[in-house]
């Protein structure tokens, strides 16, 4: 008798034990992320309210402040405070929905260049991101917001040339104008054009072995390694690419020829990234060497949560394996990068790769900083309640 009481007390306490655990876990899992949706706009908020109070002079079409405005957009959707629209629509009519203004095509260049002549070139063409989602928003009914967009697209889908996205960051600037104009004419030209350039950078840029990009030519390896003699992949231009391909994704139609090529490529990027991912929830700017430019970084890991986050809530990415992922970096960019007057820190500034010595602290902020801080929060925002 005694040995059987024994055995029911050991077996009622492996039980007992089990559905602590359980709990713990369901408990874990449901806490992911911290924060209410209420919670979560606040936060938005706070930032965007901070950015926008500050900065009142609003700014050209370049690359850097048109990044901010697709993060403005996003912030735009989850809140619907008008405050935010009428911010871009300003930034927009000041601009005249134009990004480099040249008028003379015989002089239209696409090489790096911040002059009016480089209207092909994709620094000057984010922009039109924002204007077609103001045309979107504001009643289609002003054909004008969208004009130079489609100008300048179509006449370079008319050219025989391919390589117009020779660097990382132009993938985010360009692909969702291609997909957003595709949506607003039913040109398949769009759809074609934007996996043609796409196959040429793919051939410069892309490892297949690390499932991430190279930020340019120059940075491929052997011929370029990493402070230790790795491979050199930039957080903050493997976030644009990333959050580039999550924004075309849910940009396409179902039927179209290469969205399940895109989808896979997400997916291998998603998780070579969460791989690399950083104990405190960053990534370093040298994504498979910390040893590089060691320290948080803050413009690529916030990309990065948004990509992920709008990989779980659209069934792309597994969640038990992508969420805690997320659950890190969230609470890096709240509790670590973003700053108690609102200010989103730890953002390198403007470069092209990672290096050993630069100083990102707190103070560093920047407008495609913010910008990638509201995607990823208004992402949040879709999922928590």
């Given at each position: 008798?005694?040995?059987?009481?024994?055995?029911?007390?050991?077996?009622?306490?492996?039980?007992?034990l089990t559905a602590v655990s359980c709990k713990t876990n369901?408990?874990?899992?449901?806490?992911?992320?911290?924060?209410?949706?209420?919670?979560?706009?606040?936060?938005?908020?706070?930032?965007?309210?901070?950015?926008?109070?500050?900065?009142?002079?609003?700014?050209?079409?370049?690359?850097?402040?048109?990044?901010?405005?697709?993060?403005?957009?996003?912030?735009?959707?989850?809140?619907?405070?008008?405050?935010?629209?009428?911010?871009?629509?300003?930034?927009?009519?000041?601009?005249?929905?134009?990004?480099?203004?040249?008028?003379?095509?015989?002089?239209?260049?696409?090489?790096?260049?911040?002059?009016?002549?480089?209207?092909?070139?994709?620094?000057?063409?984010?922009?039109?991101?924002?204007?077609?989602?103001?045309?979107?928003?504001?009643?289609?009914?002003d054909p004008h917001k969208i004009a130079r967009a489609r100008?300048?697209?179509?006449?370079?889908?008319?050219?025989?040339?391919?390589?117009?996205?020779?660097?990382?960051?132009?993938?985010?600037?360009?692909?969702?104008?291609?997909?957003?104009?595709?949506?607003?004419?039913?040109?398949?030209?769009?759809?074609?054009?934007?996996?043609?350039?796409?196959?040429?950078?793919?051939?410069?840029?892309?490892?297949?072995?690390?499932?991430?990009?190279?930020?340019?030519?120059?940075?491929?390896?052997?011929?370029?390694?990493?402070?230790?003699?790795?491979?050199?992949?930039?957080?903050?231009?493997?976030?644009?690419?990333?959050?580039?391909?999550?924004?075309?994704?849910?940009?396409?139609?179902?039927?179209?020829?290469?969205?399940?090529?895109?989808?896979?490529?997400?997916?291998?990027?998603?998780?070579?990234?969460?791989?690399?991912?950083?104990?405190?929830?960053?990534?370093?700017?040298?994504?498979?060497?910390?040893?590089?430019?060691?320290?948080?970084?803050?413009?690529?890991?916030?990309?990065?949560?948004?990509?992920?986050?709008?990989?779980?809530?659209?069934?792309?990415?597994?969640?038990?394996?992508?969420?805690?992922?997320?659950?890190?970096?969230?609470?890096?960019?709240?509790?670590?990068?973003?700053?108690?007057?609102?200010?989103?820190?730890?953002?390198?500034?403007?470069?092209?790769?990672?290096?050993?010595?630069?100083?990102?602290?707190?103070?560093?902020?920047?407008?495609?900083?913010?910008?990638?801080?509201?995607?990823?929060?208004?992402?949040?925002?879709?999922?928590?309640?």
């Amino acid at each position: 008798m005694m040995k059987f009481r024994n055995t029911f007390f050991i077996v009622m306490a492996a039980v007992s034990l089990t559905a602590v655990s359980c709990k713990t876990n369901a408990v874990t899992q449901k806490s992911a992320i911290k924060q209410s949706k209420k919670e979560v706009i606040a936060i938005i908020d706070k930032v965007n309210n901070r950015w926008q109070d500050t900065h009142p002079e609003l700014g050209n079409a370049f690359w850097n402040v048109a990044a901010y405005h697709t993060g403005n957009m996003e912030a735009y959707k989850v809140t619907q405070n008008k405050k935010y629209l009428d911010y871009s629509m300003a930034w927009a009519e000041k601009n005249q929905w134009m990004g480099a203004k040249s008028t003379d095509k015989s002089e239209w260049k696409y090489n790096y260049g911040e002059k009016d002549k480089h209207v092909l070139f994709g620094d000057w063409q984010i922009c039109f991101q924002t204007y077609i989602d103001l045309y979107n928003f504001t009643g289609k009914n002003d054909p004008h917001k969208i004009a130079r967009a489609r100008e300048v697209m179509e006449y370079e889908m008319s050219t025989q040339a391919n390589d117009y996205w020779w660097w990382v960051d132009g993938l985010y600037m360009v692909m969702p104008v291609m997909t957003k104009l595709y949506n607003v004419t039913g040109n398949e030209m769009y759809l074609e054009k934007l996996h043609s350039y796409l196959l040429y950078a793919d051939s410069i840029m892309y490892d297949k072995e690390a499932s991430l990009y190279f930020r340019d030519a120059k940075y491929v390896y052997p011929k370029h390694t990493s402070a230790n003699g790795k491979k050199d992949f930039w957080a903050r231009g493997d976030g644009w690419i990333f959050a580039g391909y999550a924004k075309i994704i849910q940009d396409l139609p179902k039927t179209a020829q290469h969205r399940d090529e895109y989808i896979r490529r997400f997916k291998d990027m998603a998780k070579a990234l969460a791989d690399a991912q950083q104990n405190e929830g960053y990534w370093t700017r040298s994504i498979l060497d910390p040893g590089h430019a060691p320290g948080p970084e803050t413009s690529g890991t916030a990309f990065f949560t948004y990509g992920f986050m709008w990989g779980i809530n659209n069934g792309y990415l597994d969640k038990k394996t992508y969420l805690p992922v997320v659950e890190k970096s969230w609470n890096y960019l709240t509790t670590f990068a973003l700053q108690a007057d609102g200010t989103v820190g730890y953002v390198q500034p403007i470069g092209e790769k990672a290096i050993p010595g630069q100083v990102v602290d707190k103070n560093s902020t920047a407008d495609f900083g913010v910008g990638a801080f509201l995607l990823a929060a208004s992402e949040i925002s879709r999922f928590v309640k």
